[in-house]
């Protein structure tokens, strides 16, 4: 399913566990699952309120990620960076227990099976520099940039 948003159209995919893909380009495939819709419906409300600022952490079942042990061992690193926040390469590297494998979790990154929702724009190089991104760097900026002006309204509100 195609979703529209400000960086361009999101493909959605499902399958029996959950949301399997979320592609940059337009639609990533078939719903292979019965019942797909519901959950396709879901992860387009996520994406909306994600957009709008009304939503700072995704509750969507996702399907476990096909990757080799220090993949898997970076997505869950880069699940964990707090809305708002960047995480250095490095940083998740040695997080992830390969100490000097900054290049490998840019790799990592880009394969990504979920962008977005295990928020891989939220790692930077070293010293914060926007290092590549599988959506480009323009898309990158605009998601944290998103993510900052969010966490600066809800942090500095009156009340």
């Known amino acids: 399913m195609g979703v529209p948003s400000p960086i361009g159209p999101l493909g959605v995919a499902v399958d029996g566990a959950g949301i399997a893909a979320l592609r940059f380009t337009g639609p990533p495939g078939a719903v292979s699952a019965a019942g797909g819709a519901p959950l396709l419906d879901l992860a387009r409300q996520q994406l909306d309120e994600y957009f709008a ?18 993949e898997r061992a970076v997505w869950a690193q880069i699940a964990a960076i707090p809305y708002g926040e960047t995480a250095t390469d490095g940083t998740i590297a040695a997080r992830a227990g390969e100490q000097g494998g900054a290049q490998a979790v840019g790799v990592a990154c880009n394969r990504n099976p979920l962008p977005i929702v295990v928020p891989c724009h939220r790692v930077v190089g070293a010293g914060g520099k926007l290092v590549g991104f599988g959506g480009g760097l323009k898309r990158k900026r605009f998601l944290l940039e998103l993510e900052a002006r969010v966490w600066i309204e809800r942090e500095f509100q009156p009340g």
């Open 53 to 70: 600022g009304t939503r700072t952490e995704f509750t969507l079942p996702l399907t476990e990620p096909v990757g080799s042990d220090f």
